[in-house]
Structures are given as C-alpha cells and as structure tokens.
C-alpha cells in the first residue's frame, strides 16, 4: 500500500511541477520558518554537508517538525525562495561568532590572555568540549571535599558522571548520613537536562581551577626546547642569546629542556651509554667522533669511556682515517644520536638524569 502511495505522489508531483496549481503555497505565502525548510531540502539533495547539529536543540527540532508537516513546492515556488535566499547571502557584508567562545577565537592575540581567561571564567564557558571528562580525572581526595559541601542534587550529579569504581571508593568516604542523602539524590538524576549537567559541570570546573583540555599538551618550554633540539647550532645559539637579552628566566628554562650531543655527559647515565652505542648505527658514531670540535669532545670522551673497549677503540681508528667532516655532516650524526636517545628515554629503556638531579 505505501509503494502505491508513493507512486501516485511521484506522478502527481509530476504533474503539477512545471506549473502552480491551485492550493499549493507561493513564496509570498510561505513563512519563514517554510522557506527555511525548503533551503535545506534542497541542499540535502544536491549533496550539501550541513553542521546543523551546531545549531540549537530547540531549532533542530523546529526545523524537523516543519518538514514533516510539508508536502509538495512546485519549481517556480522554489525558484522564488532560493533567489530570496540568494539575495539575503548577498546583502551580509560581515558576519559575527555566536557566543562568547567564537569571539575570544577571532579576538585572540588582539586582547590580553588573562582578560579572555577571566571573561570565561566569569561566564562559566570554560570548554568547547564536555568538562567533565578533565572533572573525572582529578584525585579522589580532590573531589571529596565537593560532594561533602556541595548540595546533595549537584552531588548525585558529580557521582552520576565518575566511573563507577571512583564513585563508589568517594561514597565509602563520606560519613553515613551523606552517603544516603546522595544515594537517594542519584536515583532522580534520570530528569536532569543535559544543557543543566553541563552548566554544572563548567561551575565545578572553574571552582577546581581545572584547565580545560590544550590544543599542545606539552608546555611551551618543552615544545621550545624540543624545537632547538633539532635546530642547527647556529640557529639554536641566536635564539638562545636572543632569550637571554628579553627575557633572561625563560632563556635559563629553555636551555633546561634542552637535550643535545654536548649535553650526553650531564644528561645520560655511564651504565646506559652500551645500550645507546649498540641502538645508533656504527658508521653515525664514527661520523660523530670524527666532526667533533672542542664543544663536543667531552661528550665523545664520555660515550667512549663507558662503552666496551673494543668497540671505542675501532670507532677511534676509523674516525682517525676521516680525513674531513663538514659541519653538516658533523651535526646530521651528532643529531641522529641525540633522536635515538630521545626515542629510548621516551620507550623507557633509558632514564635522562635531570638538571636538577646533577644540581
């Protein structure tokens, strides 16, 4: 029976296109909200990729309520809307963000971080994304005092939203009285709106003092460091002495998380070097060894002083038979060491001593 339906829709839509019929809308008839549904039918069938989930919960269920309600617009109706619809695009010179997050993004840079920081802070939009996925990863002992001070609904929440092993180690610590209070709390969550969970969320989170999730986890010394470690010594030494004249503390930083071929000394533990020589290509440390200037002797000295004899003493022979090695050479091998070690510290199979450690 539907198939049959559908078919006579087919021809009778078929009939009526070319022309308006008599009952069927206008443009000047349609509303707003008609012409806005007949927008995106059309873009939906040609293909278009819409972010209509960006769009309020309330308006998606508009737009859909609208559509199921539709039924046919014959071909001059949808000229007339679309040529309004282009006409409007046309006339918007500028457009702006919705929301405060949109609007610190296009004004970030132009304004100072801690202002952008407090404007979130005080608007409670302090993620894009669901805070309470950072919330659950803060210690038990860090949450307690929230569920112990904090009104037994919001409590439910908090419960509601940690795994169930945090959850239920949390209750075990409040006193008796309270745990009840939130247990009874926890069964009428079920009617808590999402867009009221989230707001709780984003108050909880400031109240922590939790940061949001980072588009770098790294810190911006370490990714600097990290960056210099595989710059050219040319280039990593002005950027150095450029830190040391504007900001002399950052400059001191930096040179902390820097790891390079002359810093294997301080850095590196004696019972770890065999384990490095065996990982690094032979002909590399020979290359090494060989484009060694003053700065980087110590470091070569080390590296043969803790690996076995044998083997230093024929990486010295073959080095000595390098007549010359350019300064590219030299520090295309002197950075390969330095990667293999980054690589095993990161694996785990070594452990970097730190500067504060030698200190």
Do not use: C, Y
Not at 16 to 24: C, E, S
Not at 185 to 207: K, N, Q
Not at 231 to 259: H, M, N, P, W, Y
């Amino acid at each position: 029976m539907s198939s049959e339906l559908a078919l006579r829709d087919s021809f009778e839509f078929a009939e009526m296109a070319p022309r308006r019929l008599p009952g069927m809308p206008d443009a000047a008839s349609l509303t707003r909200r008609q012409k806005a549904a007949i927008v995106v039918r059309l873009l939906l069938a040609e293909g278009a990729s819409l972010p209509l989930s960006e769009l309020p919960e309330s308006l998606q269920a508009e737009l859909t309520t609208q559509m199921t309600q539709m039924r046919f617009v014959d071909r001059a109706t949808l000229r007339e809307v679309i040529e309004e619809f282009a006409t409007e695009l046309d006339s918007i010179g500028l457009s702006f963000p919705g929301g405060l997050e949109g609007a610190l993004s296009i004004l970030e840079g132009a304004i100072s971080p801690s202002l952008a920081a407090r404007m979130r802070k005080q608007s409670g939009a302090i993620w894009t994304d669901d805070p309470w996925e950072t919330i659950a990863k803060f210690k038990i002992e860090e949450l307690l005092p929230l569920l112990e001070r904090e009104s037994p609904e919001v409590g439910a929440v908090i419960l509601s939203k940690l795994e169930v092993s945090k959850a239920a180690e949390i209750l075990g610590l409040l006193p008796g009285a309270r745990a009840r209070r939130l247990t009874l709390a926890v069964s009428e969550t079920a009617d808590v709106a999402p867009d009221m969970v989230r707001r709780i969320g984003l108050a909880l989170a400031a109240e922590l003092k939790a940061e949001p999730p980072r588009a770098f986890p790294a810190a911006a010394v370490e990714r600097l460091g990290a960056i210099l470690n595989v710059s050219g010594s040319v280039t990593r030494d002005e950027v150095l002495s450029g830190l040391d004249e504007e900001d002399a503390e950052l400059g001191q930083r930096v040179r902390k998380a820097i790891f390079t071929f002359a810093n294997i000394p301080e850095r590196i533990a004696p019972r770890d070097v065999p384990a490095i020589t065996k990982a690094v290509e032979q002909e590399t440390l020979v290359v090494a060894i060989a484009g060694a200037d003053e700065t980087m002797r110590p470091a070569v000295e080390f590296l043969l002083g803790n690996m076995p004899q044998r083997l230093a003493e024929s990486l010295r022979m073959e080095a000595a038979e390098i007549e010359k090695v350019s300064l590219k050479e030299a520090e295309k091998a002197h950075l390969a060491v330095v990667k293999v070690i980054r690589g095993m510290a990161d694996s785990g199979e070594i452990k970097m001593v730190t500067l504060e450690e030698n200190d």
